[in-house]
């Protein structure tokens, strides 16, 4: 079993910045590849970006490559996505979870999930 807990979501406006950040307890943080999802009022969820275990790879959806950042601090059993240039389309509730396969971008090959943390982006 694997706990995600998410913070860091708020109010921006558009062109700003926040950090996400999920917080992993249980089975060993260490051994999962990680994603962000997020989901968008009446859509599904989509794929944002994705983290190697080791954090020595990553990917992103093109709708965010180059404004938005994961990373991970083995550590403290954290990933973190920074957000930057923030667009009002990028509101959504975003979510954390475990790989079984990397790279995916499928949400089927997540098996954890935290509960989300909202962004609302205003223009």
């Known amino acids: 079993q694997v706990q995600l807990v998410e913070s860091g979501g708020g109010l921006v406006q558009a062109g700003g910045s926040l950090r996400l950040s999920c917080l992993a307890s249980?089975?060993?943080?260490?051994?999962?590849?990680m994603g962000w999802f997020r989901q968008a009022p009446g859509k599904e969820r989509k794929f944002v970006a994705g983290i190697s275990w080791s954090g020595d790879s990553t990917y992103y959806a093109d709708s965010v490559k180059g404004r938005f950042t994961i990373s991970r601090d083995n550590a403290k059993n954290t990933v973190y996505l920074q957000m930057n240039s923030l667009k009002p389309e990028d509101t959504a509730v975003y979510y954390c979870?475990?790989?079984?396969?990397?790279?995916?971008?499928?949400?089927?090959?997540?098996?954890?999930w935290g509960q989300g943390t909202q962004v609302t982006v205003s223009s």
């Open positions: 249980g089975r060993s943080f260490s051994m999962y590849a």
């Open positions: 979870g475990t790989a079984t396969r990397f790279p995916s971008i499928r949400i089927y090959d997540y098996d954890y």
